[in-house]
């Protein structure tokens, strides 16, 4: 009899042999029977009667052992073939693929091999096994041996963008910081049903940050998680879109900012501060003249006081679309109503529209000049619409105006910048074409006339009021049950896969300057309880001394606490600082070094800005055949992506290259950067490095010298 235990030489033996008599029986039967084989009925009969009792007997565990040791032995010796071996693995090979396709499919083996992984390294013995193999990878990596792998490695790198979408923070991410949604899924916590948001990247398959999963595994909610009141209130898709005039004509709060086309490749930059002041939406869209299609426009002139002579925007609006969203905003946005924003519809059909605005005719007297606007904007306009402003400023729930610190908003706010935001030759510059008559109507609005700027930190609403496009009228929810800081709260708003906060160029500046002045205030607070004086105490009595006080601003002790916050001037002179003693130790630096963001050659950068504004995968070719205005509008419509893709680009040109052990320009010692962002807008890099053993001038042959700069630079 077979012993499953015997050695496998002598199964093979039994096994020839039994076969044989197996045969030999099947042989007899087949004679015997012979006669009956031609009626079918009794051929089945006789079938499942042999199934029926080869079923019975392989109830006996010894029987059904015994038949599939056979089978096994019958199979080993047919997979000695090396033919029949290969068709079998290709086989089972193009089975698994088939039924990989099916993302479900997939998820549910990559999860349970993770579970298989993670029980394993429950294991000491096994977890060192598997790091040791890790890090030997990791060696083979960093010793790839010629510059051209490391090149094509790098661009292998920087061909991904962050288009994954994190389910529980809805943020865009690298493929590195992600991982798969199904195995936390996978670990059944309470926790996950409610955070995550089912929400699939463009592959089709659900992914989850690294952050929010280490929340997760704790059971705890991460504080960027939408579900940690995060979310943006919807858009409501039945209404038009408004255009940039347009949504500042309903915002109850004018941020004003001067904005500026760089030369070459139209990115935005700001020039000076950001200031916020109150708009008196009512009487804006109330004087609006009527329309009678949604398609009919009018040209406005928008101006932060109607006696100034250039408008800091001016465009063509259509004011029966202004009325139907500043309508829904009203009616849904609870901030409209809590500023108390109403339309009086019926009021407005019975006031003539010329007797409110300025309408200046370009046609008439051909080349109109500024003054002549000028002077028709402050007799009428100033008349009539102001004093309904005043009354609008005294309802207004933010009579704090009055007070003295706020008077100062917008003027002592900044730090970096200076505060002149209006040059008129430059803004002259870029709206002269319709300061000369370009439209032959031209409406002049100045909402914020005569309301002072508030303080972004007194206004609590101010962002969401400014923004009505990002926020719908609607406030930030003010609870959160994990606690977050507003500094992260922008950073989620602009990694989002919804893009609005993006492609507002405004509000990416106003969240800058609201961020800088928190980072102040809090170093502010923190500087007079830690400044460091060189042993000396200050007393109250010293600190009402004119001298003293003189002496801390000429000493800069004063602003030596912003060393921290980066781009003010003290964090430059702490840099300048760390530079020097780095020359002090190390001599001066081998080689100088400057990076360049070329994001309009940068086919990957174009296909990557492609997937996430427009939603298209393109292909390298797509990408060739693009037209310049194309692709500028692709860059300067998501900064936020480009600025983060040359930093990651940056990050691992140093680690995976400069720091790799073929080291191309030789063992790097040290580096020092400096990232800029000038005329395009783009950010470009300085940078020092520090190379070991460099032929050093004075000191080495000059054929040495030459050699080794000829080695470096093409
Ligand atoms: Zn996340």
């Given at each position: 009899?077979?012993n499953?235990?015997?050695?496998?030489?002598e199964?093979?033996?039994?096994v020839?042999?039994?076969?044989?008599?197996?045969q030999?029986d099947?042989?007899?039967v087949?004679?015997?029977?012979?006669?009956?084989?031609?009626?079918?009925?009794?051929r089945?009969?006789?079938?499942?009667?042999?199934?029926?009792?080869?079923?019975?007997q392989?109830?006996?565990?010894?029987?059904?052992?015994?038949?599939?040791?056979?089978?096994?032995?019958?199979?080993?010796?047919q997979r000695?073939d090396?033919?029949v071996?290969?068709?079998?693995?290709?086989?089972n090979?193009?089975?698994?693929?088939?039924r990989?396709?099916?993302n479900?499919?997939r998820?549910?083996?990559q999860?349970?091999?993770?579970?298989?992984?993670?029980?394993?390294?429950?294991?000491?013995?096994?977890?060192?096994?598997?790091?040791?193999?890790?890090t030997a990878?990791?060696?083979?990596?960093?010793?790839?041996?010629?510059?051209?792998?490391?090149?094509?490695?790098?661009?292998?790198?920087?061909?991904?963008?962050?288009?994954?979408?994190?389910?529980?923070?809805?943020?865009?991410?690298?493929?590195?910081?992600?991982?798969?949604?199904?195995?936390?899924?996978?670990?059944?916590?309470?926790?996950?049903?409610?955070?995550?948001l089912?929400?699939?990247?463009?592959d089709?398959?659900?992914?989850?940050?690294?952050?929010?999963?280490?929340?997760?595994?704790?059971?705890?909610?991460?504080?960027?998680?939408?579900?940690n009141?995060?979310?943006?209130?919807?858009?409501?898709?039945?209404?038009?879109?408004?255009?940039?005039?347009?949504?500042?004509?309903?915002?109850?709060?004018?941020?004003?900012?001067?904005?500026?086309?760089?030369v070459?490749?139209?990115?935005?930059?700001?020039?000076?501060?950001?200031?916020?002041?109150?708009?008196?939406?009512?009487?804006?869209?109330?004087t609006?003249?009527?329309?009678?299609?949604?398609?009919?426009?009018?040209?406005?002139?928008l101006?932060?006081?109607?006696?100034?002579?250039?408008?800091?925007?001016?465009?063509?609006?259509?004011?029966?679309?202004?009325?139907?969203?500043?309508?829904?905003?009203?009616?849904?946005?609870?901030?409209?109503q809590?500023?108390?924003?109403t339309?009086?519809?019926?009021?407005?059909?019975?006031?003539e529209?010329?007797?409110?605005?300025?309408?200046?005719?370009?046609?008439?007297n051909?080349?109109?000049?500024?003054?002549t606007?000028?002077?028709?904007?402050?007799?009428?306009?100033?008349?009539?619409?102001?004093?309904?402003?005043?009354?609008?400023?005294?309802?207004?729930?933010?009579?704090?105006?009055?007070?003295m610190?706020?008077?100062?908003?917008?003027?002592?706010?900044?730090?970096?910048?200076?505060?002149?935001?209006?040059?008129?030759?430059?803004?002259?510059?870029?709206?002269?074409?319709?300061d000369t008559?370009?439209?032959?109507?031209?409406?002049?609005?100045a909402?914020?006339?005569?309301?002072?700027?508030?303080?972004v930190f007194?206004?609590?609403?101010?962002?969401?009021l400014?923004?009505?496009?990002?926020?719908?009228?609607?406030s930030?929810?003010?609870?959160?049950?994990?606690?977050?800081?507003y500094?992260?709260?922008?950073?989620?708003e602009l990694?989002?896969?919804?893009?609005r906060?993006?492609?507002?160029?405004d509000?990416?500046?106003?969240?800058?300057?609201?961020c800088?002045?928190?980072?102040?205030?809090?170093?502010?607070?923190?500087?007079?309880?830690?400044?460091?004086?060189?042993?000396?105490v200050?007393?109250?009595?010293?600190?009402?001394?004119?001298?003293?006080?003189?002496?801390?601003?000429?000493?800069?002790?004063?602003?030596?606490v912003?060393?921290?916050?980066?781009?003010?001037?003290?964090?430059?002179?702490?840099?300048?600082?760390?530079?020097?003693?780095?020359?002090?130790?190390l001599?001066?630096?081998?080689?100088?070094?400057t990076?360049?963001?070329?994001?309009?050659?940068?086919?990957?950068?174009?296909?990557i800005?492609s997937?996430?504004?427009?939603?298209?995968?393109?292909?390298?070719?797509?990408v060739?055949?693009?037209?310049?205005?194309?692709?500028?509008?692709?860059?300067?419509?998501?900064?936020?992506?480009?600025?983060?893709?040359?930093?990651?680009?940056?990050?691992?040109?140093?680690?995976?290259?400069?720091?790799?052990?073929?080291?191309?320009?030789?063992?790097?010692?040290?580096?020092w950067?400096?990232?800029?962002?000038?005329?395009r807008?783009?950010?470009?890099m300085?940078?020092?490095?520090?190379?070991?053993?460099?032929?050093?001038?004075?000191?080495?042959?000059?054929?040495?010298?030459?050699?080794?700069?000829d080695?470096?630079?093409?």
């Open positions: 009899m077979l499953v235990n015997e050695p496998v030489d199964i093979v033996i039994l020839k042999r039994s076969s044989h008599l197996i030999s099947v042989r007899n087949r004679n015997v029977a012979g006669g009956c084989r031609q009626e079918v009925d009794i089945q009969r006789e079938q499942s009667l042999d199934t029926a009792k080869r079923n019975i392989r109830q006996d565990s010894d029987v059904q052992q015994r038949e599939q040791s056979l089978d096994t032995a019958k199979r080993n010796i000695q090396s033919d071996q290969q068709r079998e693995q290709s086989n090979t193009a089975r698994r693929r088939t990989r396709q099916d479900d499919v998820q549910h083996e999860s349970l091999d993770t579970a298989r992984r993670r029980t394993r390294r429950q294991d000491d013995d096994m977890r060192q096994q598997e790091q040791v193999a890790n990878r990791k060696q083979c990596l960093r010793n790839t041996t010629s510059v051209s792998s490391l090149i094509h490695r790098f661009r292998g790198i920087v061909a991904h963008g962050p288009v994954y979408t994190c389910s529980s923070c809805d943020q865009l991410l690298y493929k590195h910081s992600v991982q798969l949604a199904a195995n936390i899924r996978s670990m059944s916590l309470s926790i996950t049903d409610s955070v995550l089912n929400k699939r990247s463009s089709g398959i659900e992914y989850i940050c690294n952050t929010c999963s280490n929340y997760l595994r704790k059971n705890k909610l991460p504080p960027c998680a939408i579900a009141n995060l979310h943006f209130p919807p858009v409501p898709t039945h209404l038009p879109v408004l255009n940039v005039a347009e949504w500042r004509m309903l915002s109850p709060r004018l941020t004003f900012m001067q904005i500026r086309e760089a070459v490749g139209k990115q935005l930059r700001i020039h000076g501060n950001v200031v916020c002041v109150p708009a008196d939406v009512c009487t804006t869209v109330s609006l003249p009527r329309t009678s299609s949604n398609f009919e426009t009018v040209a406005v002139e101006k932060r006081r109607s006696q100034y002579q250039h408008a800091f925007l001016t465009s063509n609006v259509r004011p029966a679309c202004i009325r139907e969203v500043g309508t829904y905003l009203v009616e849904h946005g609870d901030l409209f809590f500023q108390n924003i339309f009086n519809h019926s009021e407005l059909e019975t006031i529209p010329d007797a409110l605005f300025t309408v200046s005719d370009a046609s008439d051909g080349a109109v000049t500024d003054d606007v000028t002077t028709n904007v402050s007799t009428s306009v100033s008349s009539d619409s102001l004093a309904s402003l005043d009354v609008a400023t005294d309802s207004d729930p933010w009579v704090e105006i009055a007070d610190h706020i008077d100062r908003a917008g003027v002592f706010d900044t730090l970096f910048s200076s505060p002149d935001f209006v040059e008129d030759s430059e803004r002259a510059a870029v709206y002269g074409k319709i008559g370009h439209f032959d109507h031209v409406h002049t609005f909402p914020a006339e005569g309301n002072k700027p508030i303080s007194v206004d609590k609403y101010s962002e969401e400014s923004f009505p496009n990002i926020f719908w009228g609607s930030r929810p003010d609870t959160h049950a994990v606690n977050v800081h500094s992260d709260i922008v950073k989620s990694r989002r896969s919804d893009r906060c993006v492609t507002c160029i509000n990416i500046f106003y969240k800058l300057k609201k800088q002045m928190q980072a102040v205030t809090g170093k502010v607070n923190v500087a007079v309880r830690k400044h460091k004086t060189g042993g000396h200050y007393t109250a009595g010293e600190l009402r001394d004119a001298d003293s006080i003189n002496n801390l601003v000429k000493f800069d002790d004063g602003y030596r912003l060393k921290d916050l980066r781009g003010s001037p003290p964090y430059w002179e702490k840099a300048k600082r760390d530079l020097f003693a780095m020359i002090r130790q001599g001066a630096a081998q080689l100088f070094l990076l360049s963001a070329a994001e309009t050659r940068w086919v990957h950068l174009l296909k800005l997937e996430i504004v427009d939603n298209e995968t393109l292909t390298d070719e797509q060739d055949q693009m037209t310049w205005s194309h692709k500028c509008r692709l860059i300067s419509s998501d900064p936020v992506t480009c600025a983060r893709h040359f930093d990651y680009s940056i990050q691992h040109y140093f680690n995976d290259f400069l720091k790799s052990t073929v080291s191309p320009f030789g063992q790097l010692k040290d580096f950067y400096r990232i800029e962002f000038q005329h807008g783009s950010p470009h300085h940078c020092l490095l520090w190379i070991a053993d460099v032929p050093q001038y004075g000191v080495n042959d000059t054929v040495d010298i030459t050699q080794y700069i080695g470096i630079i093409s």
